[in-house]
C-alpha cells in the first residue's frame, strides 16, 4: 500500500532529513514510527501526502510514484488519505459540524449524505453534541479529536498521523489510540508517529524507527 | 453542479456578511463605469439629432430659365422614379418669389424687378441619409440637361459627423481606461479575500480540493462584484438622464420644442453588465492566478 525505496531527502540548505530510507507497509497495516524529535517523522509522513518531494528514490502509494505527480493529480492522491498533522488547522469561521463537513464539499457529496457522514465521524471522536458551536471554544483535546473527525470522515483508505497525542494527557492520548484502533479494526491502513514509547502497546503493532533520517533496526 | 450552487451560495454569503464595504466597493466600480456609459448614452443621443436633422437632407434642384413646363413635368417623373430618391416638391418660380416677397421684407425692392430672376425648384428628399450616397446622387444629378445648379447643404453634418468621431475615440480611450480600474479594484479586493482565508485554502489543499475548487469561489465574487457594479452604473446613468430630462423640459418649453433625452437601451445596458461581469472576473482570475499559488500546505 505505502512503499519507500531508497528514499533520500535534503531541505534546501540542510543537513539530510531521511536518507535511504526502504519499507513496505501492507494494506490494513497499523505501524508506528516513532524517533527523537527532528529524526524526520513529519518528513515522511509530508513526502507520503505530495507535501515535498523526496530528492532521491521513489515513494509509492497505491502503486503510484507520489513524488511523479503532476499538481493537478495531487488532489486526488489527497482525498485517499486522511491527514492529521502537527500544528493542523481547524477553521474558527464556521462550527464544528463545518469543518468536518469540508472534505465532503470538496468531494461533492450531496447533503444528506454529508450530513449523516459527518455525525457518524463526530460520534466516534465523541463530539457528536458539540457539532453547534465554534471550534475555538474547543481544549487542545478537543480540537485534536476534531482534525481526526475531519480525517476520517470521508473514510479515506490510509490515515497518517503526525504525532496526534502530543501535548495530551495521557487519558486523551489513551483514548484517541482506542479511535485509531478501531478505525484499524475496519480495515483501514495507519501510519502514527510519535515520540512517546508508552502508548505502543505490546504486539500491537509493527514499529518503524528513525534515527538521523536513518532506519533503526 | 450542486457543488457550484452551494459554493455561489457560500460566496453570496460572504458578500453580505461584509455590506458596507462589499457596497462601497460596487459604488467605486458604479462611478467608475458610470463616465463612459454616460458619455456613450449622450452621443448616442447627439447620433440621433444628427440623424433627425442632418440625415434628412435635401438638395435643392435649380433648373434653368428657360425651361418649359412640360420639360419640368418630364425632370419631375424622372426624379420621382430616380431609386436613391424618397419625394420630391417642386416650388415654381412664381411661388419662389412670392415667398421671398414674404419672407424677406423686401416686398417693395422686389416688386420692383422687371422680370423674375428665381428659377423653377425642386427640392429633393432622398432616401437615404449618408454623406457620400448623397455626393454621389448631387453629382448624378449634375449631369442632366436643364438642370443649372445641384446644391447639397451637408457641410454642417459633415462637421458634427467628424466632431462625433472625436468623441467617440475619446469614449473609447476613457472606456478602456476604466475597465482597466475595475480589473484593478478586483483584483485587489480578490487578494485581500485570498489573505484573510489564507488558512481555509491550506486546509483545503491539504484535504484533496482541487484548484478549480479552492479558486471559483474568488471568480464568483470577482464576477458578482462586476456584475452589481455595473448594475450600479446603469443606475446612476438612468438617475442622472431622468433629472436632465426634468430641467430640459422646462428649457424645452422656452423653446418651443420637445426635446427629451433617451435612456439606454435594454441591449445596450445588458451588453454593460456583461462586460462589467466578465472584467469582474478577470480581475479575480488574475489574483487567483498570482496568489493562490503561493499557498501550500507545509
Ligand atoms: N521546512 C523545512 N526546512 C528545512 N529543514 C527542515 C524543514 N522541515 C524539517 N526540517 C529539518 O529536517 C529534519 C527532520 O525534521 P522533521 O520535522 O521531519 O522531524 P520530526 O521527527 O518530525 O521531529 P519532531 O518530533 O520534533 O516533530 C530536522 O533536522 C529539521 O530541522
Ligand atoms: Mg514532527
Redesign the interface.
Known amino acids: 500500500m505505502i512503499r519507500f525505496d531508497h528514499v533520500s531527502k535534503r531541505y534546501p540548505g540542510g543537513h539530510p532529513a531521511l536518507s535511504d530510507v526502504s519499507f513496505d507497509i501492507a494494506e490494513g497495516e497499523m505501524v508506528f514510527l516513532t524517533g527523537h524529535s527532528g529524526a524526520g517523522k513529519s518528513t515522511l509522513l509530508k513526502l507520503i501526502?505530495a507535501?515535498e518531494r523526496p530528492n532521491g528514490g521513489s515513494v509509492l502509494v497505491n502503486g503510484q510514484n507520489v513524488g511523479a505527480l503532476k499538481?493537478?493529480a495531487?488532489?486526488?492522491?489527497?482525498?485517499n488519505?486522511g491527514?492529521i498533522?502537527q500544528g493542523?488547522?481547524l477553521?474558527f469561521?464556521r462550527n464544528v459540524f463545518d469543518n468536518v463537513l469540508?472534505?465532503l464539499?470538496?468531494?461533492?457529496f450531496?447533503h444528506r449524505e454529508s450530513a449523516q457522514r459527518v455525525r457518524a465521524a463526530l460520534d466516534k471522536v465523541g463530539l457528536l453534541n458539540r457539532e453547534k458551536i465554534n471550534p475555538i471554544a474547543l481544549s487542545g483535546g478537543e480540537q485534536q479529536r476534531l482534525c481526526i473527525a475531519?480525517?476520517i470522515v470521508n473514510r479515506p483508505s490510509i490515515l497518517l498521523a503526525d504525532e496526534p497525542t502530543a501535548n495530551l494527557d495521557a487519558e486523551y492520548a489513551g483514548e484517541i489510540m482506542n479511535i485509531f484502533r478501531a478505525f484499524h479494526q475496519v480495515g483501514s491502513t495507519l501510519l502514527i508517529s510519535t515520540h512517546d514509547e508508552s502508548l505502543i502497546r505490546q504486539g500491537d503493532a509493527r514499529t518503524i524507527s528513525l534515527k538521523h533520517g536513518e532506519l533503526a533496526a | 453542479m450542486s457543488q457550484f450552487l452551494s459554493q455561489l451560495n457560500g460566496t453570496l454569503r460572504r458578500f453580505f456578511a461584509t455590506p458596507v464595504s462589499s457596497l462601497l466597493n460596487v459604488l467605486v466600480i458604479g462611478i467608475a463605469l458610470s463616465l463612459p456609459t454616460g458619455l456613450y448614452v449622450l452621443l448616442q443621443n447627439a447620433q440621433g439629432i444628427i440623424e433627425r436633422f442632418a440625415a434628412a437632407p435635401q438638395l435643392s434642384v435649380f433648373l434653368t430659365l428657360d425651361t418649359k413646363a412640360d420639360e419640368v413635368a418630364q425632370l419631375r417623373k424622372r426624379l420621382e422614379q430616380h431609386s436613391a430618391i424618397a419625394s420630391v416638391e417642386f416650388v415654381s418660380r412664381a411661388q419662389a418669389l412670392e415667398q421671398l416677397k414674404q419672407g424677406s421684407g423686401l416686398g417693395d425692392v422686389i416688386g420692383g424687378l422687371e422680370h423674375n430672376p428665381l428659377p423653377d425648384t425642386f427640392i429633393v428628399h432622398p432616401k437615404t441619409g449618408s454623406v457620400q450616397a448623397l455626393e454621389a446622387l448631387r453629382d448624378e444629378l449634375k449631369s442632366w440637361r436643364r438642370l443649372e445648379r445641384v446644391q447639397l447643404d451637408s457641410d454642417w453634418a459633415r462637421r458634427l459627423e467628424a466632431l462625433l468621431d472625436f468623441a467617440r475615440t475619446a469614449l473609447l480611450l476613457l472606456a478602456a481606461l476604466l475597465a482597466l480600474s475595475l480589473v484593478a479594484i478586483t483584483f485587489n479586493t480578490i487578494r485581500l479575500q485570498i489573505l484573510t482565508r489564507r488558512d481555509e485554502i491550506e486546509v483545503a489543499k491539504l484535504i484533496g480540493a482541487s484548484s478549480s475548487f479552492i479558486r471559483r469561489p474568488f471568480l464568483q465574487f470577482g464576477l458578482l462584484q462586476g456584475l452589481l457594479g455595473g448594475l450600479a452604473a446603469w443606475g446612476i446613468i438612468a438617475t442622472a438622464l431622468i433629472l436632465l430630462n426634468l430641467s430640459l423640459a422646462d428649457l424645452a418649453r422656452l423653446y418651443d420644442s420637445s426635446f427629451i433625452l433617451n435612456q439606454l437601451s435594454p441591449a445596450d445596458g445588458c451588453t454593460l453588465l456583461a462586460f462589467s461581469a466578465f472584467l469582474g472576473w478577470l480581475g479575480a482570475w488574475m489574483s487567483v492566478t498570482q496568489h493562490l499559488r503561493k499557498i501550500e500546505p507545509r
Not at chain 1, 464539499?105 to 461533492?108: A, D, E, F, N, S
Open positions: 501526502a507535501i499538481p493537478a495531487i488532489p486526488y492522491l489527497r482525498r488519505l491527514l498533522f493542523q488547522k477553521l469561521d469540508l472534505p464539499q470538496i468531494c461533492g450531496n475531519r480525517a
